[in-house]
């Protein structure tokens, strides 16, 4: 999938496994892009995969949690 894609993946799968609405799980995602937790991800696309949206989904609204 392309990088959006991959992005856009990341946000959905947030908002359905945590029950965010959308516009927290685009800021969650638009921030750690920000951090720039996504750059490897632009980088090599082989890392664009659901199993690893997954993975990312969860560790972004893990840490956004433990800021709180």
Known sequence: MTYEEYLDEVTTLIAELYDVDDADAIKMVVKAQAND????????????????????????YKKRHQKR
């Open 37 to 60: 937790f996504f750059v490897a991800h632009d980088d090599h696309e082989a890392m664009r995969t659901q199993e690893r949206a997954l993975a990312d989904a969860k560790m972004i």
